[in-house]
């Protein structure tokens, strides 16, 4: 099996194949053979369908820059390394079927990205940014039994979420969450505080994280000029990489967010789910003022 494993990436490498068919091998590992010396530049579809993976390579888009479908469904991915988010050509990712618990924020900002299937994991919370991508259209989260929250943005994509919203487990206590009459929804684990519409003042390190965006994105455009010395890694990390946007004005958010739910039942789309899921759209908001003046249907 090893020996035709090599033999099908070495035709594929030699020929510069668009397409690469590695469905049903068995498979518990990335295959080296995929990530030595330059990758497969010109390929672009990659199938590995039912395999028995647990996560990526961290190199992936560095050895197969071109990707622009990649099939993992049914596998045991248990993890998607940050790295996926520097596949610029992405347009259909499939990751359902596996054993997700957290879908990484970088997803939300592939700009390429058209497909994502993510049903039939175990996510409990979406990134605040997934949708905020225009060419973003179809998500399916289906059979994602603790999966309560939608971000806002994807109100007007095509979404598949039945099955989702099931009661609280125990396991959802690690998570702080947002409670709005009889829902509760569990936030992303970037997410420190929750502000309500009383917290007009924003925490100091959040305040100082914005002005410090704001400053080096506006007149220095250029974020790697801070370092650990001057920053603390920690925040330096988090600087680069906002927990989300705000839902009404775009501002970076960093530490706070102001949610406002929305419940799916109660929406134009509720006719098309039939019942089949109690999930609610979650709006990010990163102020009081945007948190009021934020509406779903506009």
Do not use: W
């Not at 030699?14 to 498979?27: A, G, P, Q, T, V």
């Not at 990649?70 to 988010?85: D, M, T």
């Not at 965006?213 to 988090?238: G, Q």
């Amino acid at each position: 099996m090893a020996s035709e494993l090599c033999k099908t990436i070495s035709v594929a490498r030699l020929e510069k194949h668009k397409n690469l068919f590695l469905n049903y091998r068995n498979l518990h590992h990335f295959p080296l053979e995929l990530l030595q010396d330059e990758g497969l530049q010109y390929l672009e579809r990659l199938y590995m369908k039912r395999n028995s993976l647990t996560t990526l390579p961290e190199n992936l888009a560095q050895k197969l820059p071109n990707l622009v479908e990649l099939y993992l469904h049914s596998n045991n991915i248990v993890v998607v390394p940050e790295a996926i988010g520097s596949l610029v050509k992405l347009q259909c990712l499939d990751l359902s079927d596996n054993a997700l618990e957290i879908v990484c924020p970088e997803i939300g900002r592939l700009r390429a990205l058209r497909h994502l299937r993510l049903a039939n994991n175990q996510l409990q919370f979406l990134p605040p940014d997934l949708g905020r991508s225009r060419e973003l259209q179809y998500v399916y989260v289906d059979n994602n039994v603790h999966l309560k929250g939608l971000p806002s943005y994807l109100y007007n994509k095509v979404i598949g979420c039945s099955g989702c919203g099931a009661p609280v487990q125990v396991s959802e206590a690690k998570l702080l969450s947002f409670s709005s009459g009889q829902l509760t929804v569990p936030l992303p684990a970037e997410v420190k505080t929750i502000g309500t519409e009383k917290d007009h003042i924003l925490p100091l390190q959040e305040l100082a994280m914005r002005s410090l965006h704001h400053t080096y994105h506006s007149f220095l455009k250029d974020l790697n000029f801070l370092s650990p010395i001057s920053l603390p890694r920690s925040l330096l990390e988090l600087l680069h990489c906002p927990l989300g946007h705000c839902h009404r004005c775009s501002e970076p958010m960093f530490t706070i967010v102001y949610p406002k739910l929305f419940p799916l039942r109660e929406t134009p789309m509720a006719g098309l789910h039939q019942g089949r899921t109690t999930v609610s759209f979650v709006a990010y908001c990163c102020s009081t003022q945007c948190l009021q003046t934020f509406d779903l249907l506009s």
